[in-house]
């Protein structure tokens, strides 16, 4: 079976940065495949994604060395194998609030005994290598999220559920929760406190600590004590790029004067 590149960069104590996809385009995922990123995500919670969509993007993934991921769209065991049989490598698994949350998300995502997972790779097989069934295991990260304060009350209980690999903050509802606008990061000593309680429990059982966050911002989650880092995501990356190529044709970019030439 093909080697996790995102745990073995993880097993190296790395940080690893990745990539959004919400776009649903799988020319968008071909292309920014193409990149230097440690996980590609394609995102079905948020996203303006479908399963054939996902699987589009799965597909047009499959020769990059990224490892790419999926965020399904809730903690649903039909839809976390359903997106393990497409090929995904690794699951992103919102909205989990307790241990008994936790162990349904680690259960669906691994075969007996270790889990529930119902047997058919319809593409995963075929895409990712032979001796899947046996490999699996190894090499499927599960990653639940840690977006709200009913999960921090939770934390130690979550924290101690055999088989997760890395949890991931979702700040934007972690601020919701803790009666905050959405935003990537606060001022509120109760937020920062919520981000530093997650990294010391990983760091304590030896779980990967993520973040979504931006390319500003990851050196202060690096510091922190994250190392699975969100940084952009494909809507983003082509506005911000886009922007910038009308803002230097207009003579307003970096190598050009402030005065409109078009």
């Not at 990224?66 to 809730?74: E, H, M, S």
């Not at 500003?216 to 990356?237: C, H, N, S, Y």
Request: glycine share 10%.
């Amino acid at each position: 079976m093909r080697d996790n590149t995102l745990k073995m960069s993880w097993d190296r104590g790395d940080v690893t940065l990745g990539l959004w996809l919400s776009t649903g385009s799988w020319i968008v995922a071909e292309q920014f495949g193409g990149l230097d990123f440690d996980y590609i995500n394609v995102d079905l919670q948020h996203g303006l994604v479908d399963y054939n969509n996902a699987l589009a993007s799965l597909s047009a993934m499959q020769r990059i060395e990224a490892t790419p991921t999926v965020r399904v769209p809730w903690n649903e065991p039909g839809i976390i194998g359903k997106v393990l049989d497409a090929g995904a490598m690794g699951v992103i698994i919102p909205m989990v609030n307790s241990e008994a949350e936790a162990r349904q998300a680690v259960s669906a995502c691994r075969y007996a005994p270790e889990g529930s997972r119902s047997f058919g790779p319809a593409r995963a097989a075929m895409a990712l290598g032979a001796n899947y069934f046996n490999e699996a295991k190894d090499k499927i990260v599960c990653v639940p999220m840690i977006e709200t304060v009913e999960a921090l009350h939770n934390l130690d209980a979550i924290l101690d559920v055999p088989g997760i690999d890395a949890v991931y903050v979702g700040p934007a509802d972690l601020s919701i929760s803790l009666g905050l606008q959405p935003a990537s990061d606060q001022d509120d000593a109760r937020f920062n406190e919520a981000l530093a309680a997650v990294v010391a429990g990983c760091k304590k059982r030896g779980i990967i600590a993520g973040c979504h966050t931006t390319s500003t911002l990851a050196p202060k989650r690096v510091e922190q004590g994250f190392r699975m880092l969100t940084i952009t995501a494909d809507i983003l990356a082509m506005l911000a790029g886009a922007k910038a190529a009308l803002a230097e044709a207009r003579g307003q970019g970096p190598t050009g004067s402030s005065g409109r030439i078009y």
